[in-house]
T-cell receptor, first 114, second 111 residues
Framework: NAGVMQNPRHLVRRRGQEARLRCSPVKGHSHVYWYRQLPEEGLKFMVYLQKENIIDESGMPKERFSAEFPKEGPSILRIQQVVRGDSAAYFC????????????FGPGTRLTVL | DAKTTQPPSMDCAEGRAANLPCNHSTISGNEYVYWYRQIHSQGPQYIIHGLKNNETNEMASLIITEDRKSSTLILPHATLRDTAVYYCIVRGMEYGNKLVFGAGTILRVKS
């Protein structure tokens, strides 16, 4: 079974550009979570999505960040007009629709903003 | 979600058991104890979880005290590849609850 897939693994953007991070959950998992890990800091929750719905976005910055999990295809975390402070590792996790729903993480996308 | 307290770091000799403690004195009845680890530069890896009974899988054992206020993760035969940051997380049983990561315990396995 394939685990959570994230691409790209490394992404370099210049200030002001857009970054698009993709996450393909484990087959059969209908819940996706995004977490961010800033350099030398802990993992912080950003957003929780189910297919076509954002359930909890309490950890998302109010501006420039958006996430989606369409009916078909991967979940996308989009960062518009990136700034140097967006440089971080972004991890996606997926979980099945069971209780409790154990989250399984992907390898992450490392975003570097020049 | 209840808060957890873990020692910042521990050392363990290769081949010996690593016992990682976690205090969660404010845990409520519907909260699980989860353990994850993060090996340098990799995504967090799920290890094990439990509610009130001790649990064992191919990676580790989880011992939860009877009052559920603390737990211990046991890696029975630590190897160098077990060097990582280990996170103890308490999480409600409703699905969709986010994981709240603390600082964790840095486990260094030494030869």
């Amino acid at each position: 079974n394939a685990g959570v897939m994230q691409n790209p693994r490394h992404l370099v953007r210049r200030r002001g550009q857009e970054a698009r991070l993709r996450c393909s959950p484990v087959k059969g998992h209908s819940h996706v979570y995004w977490y961010r890990q800033l350099p030398e800091e802990g993992l912080k929750f950003m957003v929780y999505l189910q297919k076509e719905n954002i359930i909890d976005e309490s950890g998302m910055p109010k501006e420039r960040f958006s996430a989606e999990f369409p009916k078909e295809g991967p979940s996308i975390l989009r960062i518009q007009q990136v700034v140097r402070g967006d440089s971080a590792a972004y991890f996606c996790a997926s979980s099945p629709p069971t209780v409790p729903d154990t989250q399984y993480f992907g390898p992450g996308t490392r975003l570097t903003v020049l | 979600d209840a808060k957890t307290t873990q020692p910042p770091s521990m050392d363990c000799a290769e081949g010996r058991a690593a016992n990682l403690p976690c205090n969660h004195s404010t845990i409520s009845g519907n909260e699980y104890v989860y353990w994850y680890r993060q090996i340098h530069s990799q995504g967090p890896q799920y290890i094990i979880h439990g509610l009130k009974n001790n649990e064992t899988n191919e990676m580790a054992s989880l011992i939860i005290t009877e009052d559920r206020k603390s737990s211990t993760l046991i890696l029975p035969h630590a190897t160098l590849r077990d060097t990582a940051v280990y996170y103890c997380i308490v999480r409600g049983m409703e699905y969709g609850n986010k994981l709240v990561f603390g600082a964790g315990t840095i486990l260094r396995v030494k030869s």
